[in-house]
């Protein structure tokens, strides 16, 4: 989401003229009705305080904005493919659902068109479209911080709600009465590289990571279900904390990361992650110095799969591995924010 107040009050009179020369350098997501819109929809306008501008349609799906129907953010002007629209409101009649081959061919669709054209407009794949929706609906309570799930806890799950659905199919289902299963808070981190998510027990940080990152799902998934843990909507104090970090790390004035962490991993990770935590800000190392460290120097490969099976991100710095060659290499949460956070460190010290 773009914070910048001057840059809002420019996109919103953007909005309001409907300037075409502003198409695909922002989308507005509308509070109060839950869509998002390119600059120059048709429909009427929102109030400034009822929008909030993205910079892609990802972000606006991973913030819980569905596509408006009359603007179609997600085609070009002037130019709606039939087969977009049908996979669009496919998706929109059960966002939960998971795409796979057999679902495309009930569709007389092909599924590698579908790519392509997806990505080609979209800069995204039509099944990252579909999770970047699925996991915008499952954010959405924890990005506003809601207390239904509390509410529900109390007085018992309308097992039909949509919301359960959505919620409990990444985040797991909170139990239906209090018993003794764990259960971990959540909460939505806006930083200046983009959203995080932070999951967190009373005392313990266990996962950090950017809202957009490949594999998320996955993560979160396999955390809870290791902890046998639902997650719900919340705050603790490791999470109060770590967002105070953040803020001090982003402008340069943290020194070290304090917020106790709790690591979900094998031992050859966890000694991974500890050789990861002994790097300095500004500098970086190469898979191959983590294998040596570890005393285990042919084990560069599995130590590269360690490091990006991190799932905190920042605070456990994978992100200062880089190629032996001096190539900056992968970063789960995507090379632009690899190279902005090793100049930011660079430039700290
Ligand atoms: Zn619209």
Redesign the pocket.
């Known amino acids: 989401m773009i914070h910048n107040e001057e840059r809002k009050a420019e996109y919103y009179k953007a909005l309001v003229e409907k300037k075409s020369d502003y198409e695909g350098i922002f989308y ?1 997501g ?1 509070t109060s009705t839950g ?4 600059p120059t ?3 009427r306008k929102p109030k400034y305080e009822n929008c909030e501008f993205y910079e892609t349609a990802q972000q606006a799906l991973l913030a819980s904005f569905r ?7 997600l085609s070009h002007p002037n130019q709606v493919s039939d087969m977009i629209r049908v996979l669009v409101e496919a998706i929109e009649q059960n966002p939960e659902k998971r795409w796979k081959g057999q679902d495309f061919r009930a569709l007389s669709i092909d599924e590698s068109t579908a790519r392509r054209q997806f990505k080609k407009r979209f800069g995204m794949t039509f099944v990252e479209y579909a999770r970047a929706r699925r996991m915008g609906l499952a954010l959405k309570s924890i990005r506003s911080g809601e207390k239904i799930i509390r509410t529900q806890l109390a007085s018992g799950y309308d097992s039909s709600s949509g919301f359960r659905d959505a919620f409990s199919r990444i985040m797991g289902a909170p139990p239906t009465r209090f018993d003794d299963s764990r259960i971990l808070k959540a909460a939505w981190l806006d930083t200046r590289l983009g959203p995080m998510i932070a999951i967190a027990d009373d005392n313990e940080l266990y996962l950090l990571e950017f809202v957009d990152r490949r594999g998320l799902e996955r993560e979160v998934e396999r955390l809870r279900k290791r902890l046998k843990a639902a997650i719900i909507p919340g705050q603790t104090l490791p999470i109060q904390s770590i967002e105070r970090e953040l803020t001090d790390y982003f402008e340069g004035t943290l020194t070290e990361f304090k917020t106790p962490l709790h690591l979900v991993g094998s031992d050859f990770q966890q000694r991974v992650w500890e050789q990861l935590r002994q790097i300095p800000p500004g500098e970086t190392r190469s898979y191959a110095d983590i294998a040596v460290a570890l005393g285990k120097p042919t084990a560069y490969r599995a130590a590269a799969q360690a490091n990006g099976a991190n799932q905190l991100a920042i605070v456990i710095p994978c992100h200062r591995v880089i190629n032996s060659d001096g190539e900056l290499g992968g970063y789960g949460g995507g090379i632009a924010r690899k190279e902005w956070l090793l100049s930011h460190e660079k430039s700290g010290k």
Request: with cysteine; aromatic share 6%; glycine share 0%.
């Open positions: 507005v509308v869509v998002f819109c390119r929809c048709p429909a596509p408006c129907q009359r603007c179609r953010p």
